[in-house]
T-cell receptor, first 119, second 111 residues
Framework: GAVVSQHPSRVICKSGTSVKIECRSL??????MFWYRQFPKQSLMLMAT?????????EQGVEKDKFLINHASLTLSTLTVTSAHPEDSSFYIC???????????????FGPGTRLLVL | RKEVEQDPGPFNVPEGATVAFNCTYS??????FFWYRQDCRKEPKLLMS???SGNEDGRFTAQLNRASQYISLLIRDSKLSDSATYLC????????????FGKGTLLTVNP
């Protein structure tokens, strides 16, 4: 069965609205979760590392005020795209490191992704 | 130079063919290496880890050459269900164990 869930799977919204995406670790607690973005025919790009109990760590070029991350519990991280614009349309995927690590082995379980379309 | 580079393909092969994918990485400090598979409009799924000694999982064989910073994946006796994008993934280690993905190589296996 699924190890990581994401909700919603698909969002279509108007420009200027905020969109919240949830990522849940179903099988085990995760102090760290990762958020990625994938544009068509491009690589997955790490946006940020979500840390339970502390601030998220953002990758270079990712605006922390635009992409708000809240690691509310050991099984839930949320990504809010604030004031979304058409260029934010993308496939957003979260991942959870394999159990017992913070990603050290490199093996990560990916959520099914959220497809965002901003009109 | 990109951190992880792959031949984007596409590769179109008949069923039963053997196909090989190559990947190079730029960070010599990289510690772990993987091949993930991504189906159209789906999330990536781990296919196999890649070890220095080379490793095999059924029809799939992965090789790593640290000196050349080169990774390969060989698929033998390809099946229709092997059609997907194959992602070369490198874990650079460090404090956050960041995964860096290649753009992927698209494989289509034809009947």
């Amino acid at each position: 069965g699924a190890v990581v869930s994401q909700h919603p799977s698909r969002v279509i919204c108007k420009s200027g609205t905020s969109v919240k995406i949830e990522c849940r670790s179903l099988d085990f607690q995760a102090t760290t979760m990762f958020w990625y973005r994938q544009f068509p025919k491009q690589s997955l790009m790490l946006m940020a590392t979500s840390n339970e109990g502390s601030k998220a760590t953002y990758e270079q070029g990712v605006e922390k005020d635009k992409f708000l991350i809240n690691h509310a519990s050991l099984t839930l991280s949320t990504l809010t795209v604030t004031s979304a614009h058409p260029e934010d349309s993308s496939f957003y995927i979260c991942s959870v490191p394999s159990r017992g690590t913070s990603g050290g082995s490199g093996t990560q379980y990916f959520g099914p992704g959220t497809r965002l379309l901003v009109l | 130079r990109k951190e992880v580079e792959q031949d984007p393909g596409p590769f179109n092969v008949p069923e039963g063919a053997t196909v090989a994918f190559n990947c190079t990485y730029s960070n010599s400090a990289s510690q772990s290496f993987f091949w993930y598979r991504q189906d159209c409009r789906k999330e990536p799924k781990l296919l196999m880890s890649v070890y220095s000694s080379g490793n095999e999982d059924g029809r799939f064989t992965a090789q790593l050459n640290r000196a050349s910073q080169y990774i390969s994946l060989l698929i033998r006796d390809s099946k229709l269900s092997d059609s997907a994008t194959y992602l070369c993934v490198v874990n650079s280690g460090g404090s956050n164990y960041k995964l860096t993905f290649g753009k992927g190589t698209l494989l289509t296996v034809n009947p």
